[in-house]
C-alpha cells in the first residue's frame, strides 16, 4: 500500500475503459486520497461511527449480466453514480482507481476493500465525458443521490 497522491491521472473515459479492459478487481473511491486513506485503512458509517473493515469503493469489473454492451457506457454509469459527492462531501472529494481485494460490504451495500494499491486518479474530462453519455441514452438516470428526500 504506497500512500502517495503522486498518481498518474486519467483524464479521459476511453483511457478508465481501457484499463477496465485490461484487468480485474478494481475499483473507484471518492475521497481526498490514497495518502489520507491509507492512514486510516478503514471507512468509517457516518450513521453509527462504526469502523468498518476496509475502504468504501464501488467495483469497476463490469458484470456478466452486462454480456456485450459497451464498456464504456458502463464505467460511465460507475462513474455518474457517484459523481455528486464532490457537492456533497466538500472540497478535495475526488475519484482514484485502486486495485483492492474485497473483505465485507458497507451499510449501503458497497464493497469495502482490503490490500489497496492507487492506480491512478480520474481526471475531470473523464466525468464530464461519463456525464455525457449517461445524457445521451434513451432513458437517463439521475445520479445515486436524489433530490427531494
Do not use: F
Not at 27 to 50: F, I, K, M, N
Not at 72 to 84: F, P, T
Not at 106 to 125: A, K, S, Y
Request: net charge neutral; proline share 9%.
Amino acid at each position: 500500500m504506497d500512500a502517495t497522491d503522486d498518481l498518474p491521472v486519467l483524464g479521459t473515459l476511453a483511457g478508465l475503459t481501457a484499463l477496465v479492459e485490461r484487468d480485474r478487481g478494481l475499483y473507484v473511491r471518492w475521497s481526498r486520497g490514497p495518502a489520507a486513506d491509507l492512514r486510516a485503512v478503514s471507512s468509517t458509517d457516518e450513521l453509527t461511527g462504526v469502523a468498518m473493515p476496509g475502504l468504501s469503493a464501488n467495483p469497476l469489473d463490469v458484470e456478466e449480466w452486462w454480456r456485450d454492451r459497451p464498456v464504456d457506457l458502463w464505467v460511465a454509469r460507475r462513474l455518474y453514480d457517484y459523481e455528486h459527492l464532490p457537492r456533497e462531501k466538500g472540497p478535495g472529494i475526488r475519484p482514484w482507481a485502486l486495485k483492492g481485494r474485497e473483505t465485507g460490504r458497507g451499510p449501503d451495500n458497497e464493497p469495502l476493500v482490503t490490500d489497496v494499491r492507487p492506480l491512478c486518479w480520474i481526471g475531470p474530462g473523464a466525468i464530464e465525458e461519463a456525464q455525457r453519455q449517461v445524457a445521451r441514452q434513451g432513458n437517463p438516470w439521475g445520479p445515486l443521490r436524489r433530490t427531494g428526500r
